[in-house]
């Protein structure tokens, strides 16, 4: 089976106890949906969990704003001060100093992707500008996108967009063209997981 997982941002303790309670088989597949850092306490431990998880299953990880963020503030990449007014002092705490970033974490931030396709579905973090092929999209869009696409009933002809980056409580949006998997977590919500061979989905109320 192959699992959709929302925005993390920090909170491992969740992230841990919703792992645990899909019972995973060796066989199936976790897809996460980006924004691993930021706001929650524990960002490090995120990534280091993310990191040994992906050695046990199959796994893909979506590229999210905060990430992007990330890593253009330990770049030196004009602007990236935004990082400052979107969750930052978390991250730098949970790590101790910013200057102290672990190589492995970068590399696996690095290695993150803007996008990833199964079947129908196109698993992005944000959204998709809408009418636009997917091989002429921005990936500024694919990573921070609100309108249209929100907006927009199918965004793109023929596939189903799966993207957190704007938060929905009350269990995930599932519409025709779009399903919104960031049910809030960080925020007092809860972190989802999305089963997308039958639709089921199961939650973990926010614990960290």
């Avoid at 990082?83 to 910013?98: H, K, L």
């Avoid at 998997?181 to 061979?197: K, N, P, W």
Wanted: proline share 4%.
């Amino acid at each position: 089976m192959t699992y959709a997982i929302g925005d993390i941002h920090g909170c491992l303790a969740t992230l841990k106890k919703l792992v645990s309670s899909l019972e995973l088989l060796a066989s199936d597949k976790l897809i996460f949906i980006g924004d691993y850092v930021d706001r929650g306490p524990n960002s490090r431990g995120v990534i280091d969990f993310l990191i040994a998880i992906s050695t046990r299953y199959e796994s893909q990880f979506i590229r999210g704003n905060h990430e992007q963020m990330f890593l253009d503030y330990i770049s030196g990449t004009p602007g990236s001060t935004i990082w400052a007014y979107n969750g930052m002092e978390t991250t730098i705490r949970s790590y101790g100093s910013v200057r102290i970033v672990p190589d492995y974490h970068i590399d696996f931030l690095m290695e993150t992707v803007t996008h990833y396709q199964m079947g129908k579905y196109l698993f992005v973090h944000a959204g998709v500008r809408p009418g636009v092929a997917l091989k002429k999209q921005q990936d500024s869009d694919l990573m921070w996108i609100r309108e249209p696409f929100l907006s927009t009933p199918v965004p793109m002809k023929g596939r189903k967009v799966v993207y957190g980056h704007t938060p929905v409580f009350g269990g995930p949006l599932d519409t025709k063209g779009k399903l919104g998997i960031d049910t809030g977590c960080v925020y007092g919500g809860h972190l989802t997981a999305y089963r997308v061979e039958d639709g089921f989905h199961i939650s973990q109320a926010y614990s960290d």
